[in-house]
């Protein structure tokens, strides 16, 4: 069975002296160090990454490992959009079931700042469909256009939204790591400009720089060795259309239910067993969706279960959900998310997680999206 | 018999008001319509151009007749406003419009005759026996200088006309042409905004030229102004039509439904084809229409037209509804819809 | 600049969806557009569903606030889709105008 034994993240936000390869190398030093492995003793690395061919004309990114790591071993790419980082770590986990005694490297990483955020948005819209970049969608428009019809249909309103946001700042303060360390309150997001009607600037996650990476080993002398370990119980990837029109259901993400409902199957546990989760919030309306598709909440109750703050870290909730900060307050370098989330995860189940550590957690679940719902990522981890 | 077969227009939702215009630079808007007699006029948004302002009318013409597309071998783009100085709107309204591909195509040029220039030669072609049906379409998005004239009668609009041999709505009687090389408008390469000669766009040029071109068609024809039921001329701004057509020997009631720069604006080579949309609604079988068209440069087509009992029920459109349904725009929205800013 | 081949090859495909009717499934406004959108914002984005149950997405112009909400009947027109450069090939595409 694959363990995670190690996990180090980079600072989130504009993080102006580090170009992307930078940021890789120090998450690579820093999960290493962690888990007192040298180089040689890697098998191999899976690398999540978005926009580095986009934006900076970069690819080949497993060769430039390959020259920070100075080994020569397989090192992969895997890009699903904003699942990229879940996508790597999917694909290193069936590695580690189809090969034993192995030590792998999973690193997920992005660079954003170095460009306008017009840039920025045109090149994240490569997540999306042709003709919704044609129609002139970005990608808050798609998340917005999901919004309105969920608010629409579920008779609730913008101030529902606004509870996701509040809950993850507040979280957020609480994490050394996260891009934003400030509180707000609901009426601070109901009062910042609208990005896309009906989604706000307070309700979307921001454009962040950072790199994080785990290392996962189905070696069980190595395990033993280690000061702190999780055990990866269930990691399943699910696709479904890129184009939000061509999906089933316009309130649902088809992708998370069944990656989800694969998930809890393989790992023998029921939803009431999960203590803590790091869910896809890009924007406050995923993150109601995510807890409806991952099965904690019925459909079109999300917008009101928020607002009874059972989620949020110290109310003696059953379930806390992104005590990292989630995507609006830690950060949202792209290919970094999906490490950071369960990365954040296997701090909580090891009792590394400081300020914001839940009590008495056996289980977690980390859930990673790409695009309007193209990929969904679900992974969960015990203790 | 060449005519047309059936017609279609389209005017853009937004108009500006003349006092809109006038106070950002300190006129008085009264004496600015007294001289123009212009009330507002018609722009299109910042996401229309001429190419699009022309599948609309090509469309609605195209729409009430049952025409196979096929047999449509001629198709003209006459503008002032062309998407491209070097690429033929022509062939992208055919491809949109579904016609294809062994027709003629091209883009006229003649300042505000382009497209009646374009009537005659597809008149001709289809006499020819070249092709049984020919689409003529006038488009512009007209441009004017800020805090020039122009930009108080510049205006967008564009007209379809789908002429053949049969089923004939308006019977094309006869034509004439009058030409010279008198340079009172024009745009050089490159330039946004078109020049003019001020007080010289006047006498030898608007006037002389429709005045010569309307005289050798009456001497043709043997038709005086008393023959016709409407007068529809180039309107250039509100007083020019009404000047010329009293000159002419036209009575102000012949022209008074054609007058529609006074709350359309003039949109260039479509201006006098929308003086002919508006009377179209009312003229009734056996009227005769004298169309005359002025282009800068300069130029006049006339042409003696004559309504059939085929312009009835489908084949005649709505106008004074249509262009009701409007939105008004303030000064910057106006200049961000004509992106000058 | 938009490949030349892209627009052309689009091109094709949006003939066949002109002139048709249909009524709104979704929509937004967007605030803050990509590149080649930035002078037509904010502009409102609608999901359609048209007669023949095919969806398409566009931008919907010539409204009325009132014209924003799931329902609203509509229909596709010609209109340029976005600015590239002064250079490049002018894309033409689907927008939608309430009935």
Known sequence: MTHIIGYYTTQFGELWEKSLFDLVEEAINGVLKQTSLSNKQIDAVFFGNMLAGVLENNLHSPSKIAEILKINIPIFRAEAACASGGAAF????????ANSNKNVLVIGAEKMTDYSPEEAITALSAAASGEEQEAGLTFPGLYAMIANFYLEKYQYTEKNLAYVSVKNHYHGSLNEKAHFRKKISVEDVLKSPYVAYPLKVLDSSPISDGAAAVILTNNYDMIKKQKYSATVLASELITDTISLKERKNLDEILAT????NMAFKKAKINRRDIGIAEV????SIAEILAMEDLGFWKKGEGGKKIKEWGTMYGNGGDLIVNTSGGLKAAGHPVGATGIKQIGEIFLQLTKQAEKRQVKNVKYGLAHNVGGSGGTAVVTILGS | MIGIVSYGFYIPKYRIKTESIAEVWGK?????????????????GIDEDSLTMAFESASSALSTVDVDRSKIKIVLFGSETHPYAVNPASTILAE???????????????????????????????????????????????????????????????????????????????FESFSSDTPDFWRREGMRYPSHGGRFTGKPSYFYHIEESAKSLFKKTGLAPKDFSYGVFHMPNGKFPVQVAKSLGFSFAQIK?????????????ASALIGLMAVLEKAKPGDLIFL?????????????????????????????????DKKYISYPTYLKFMEMI | MISPVKIWR???????????????????????????????????????????????????????????????????ILRKVRSSTNEGVIAYGVKFKPL
């Not at chain 2, 008085?28 to 299109?44: G, T």
């Not at chain 2, 062994?102 to 497209?115: G, P, S, V």
Request: hydrophobic residues 35%.
């Open chain 1, 90 to 97: 999917n694909l290193a986990k069936n590695y580690l079931d």
């Open chain 2, 96 to 174: 949109f419009l579904g016609i294809e591909k062994n027709y003629l195509a091209y883009d006229t040029e003649f300042a505000c005759k382009a497209a009646t220039g374009a009537l005659i030669s597809a008149q001709g072609l289809i006499k020819s026996g070249y092709s049984d049906y020919a689409l003529v379409t006038a488009s512009d998005k007209g441009m004017g200088k800020t805090h020039d004239v122009l930009e108080y009668t510049a205006a967008s609009a564009s007209v379809s006309l789908l002429l053949g041999k049969d089923d004939l709505i308006l019977e094309i009687l006869d």
């Open chain 3, 10 to 76: 689009r091109q094709k495909e949006i003939r066949k969806v002109l002139g048709k009717k249909g009524k709104v499934l979704a929509w937004t406004k967007i605030y803050t557009p990509g590149s080649d959108f930035k002078k037509y914002a904010p502009y409102p984005v609608v999901l359609v569903e048209l007669k023949n149950k095919e969806k398409i997405y566009g931008q919907l112009v010539d409204y009325k606030n009132a014209d924003l909400k799931v329902g609203s009947e509509v229909i596709s």
């Open chain 2, 292 to 324: 005359c068209s002025y282009g800068s440069g300069a130029g006049s087509d006339s042409f003696v037209l004559r309504v059939t009992k085929n312009l009835s029920g489908k084949n005649r459109k709505e106008f004074i509804k249509i262009i009701k």
């Open chain 1, 257 to 260: 239910k069944n990656a989800a």
């Open chain 2, 28 to 44: 008085n808007p009264e004496d600015v319509k007294k001289s123009l007699l212009i009330e507002e006029k018609a722009v299109a």
């Open chain 1, 280 to 283: 896809h919030d890009c924007f």
């Open chain 2, 257 to 269: 439904d054609s007058l529609t720069v006074d709350y359309l604006g003039n949109s260039y080579t």
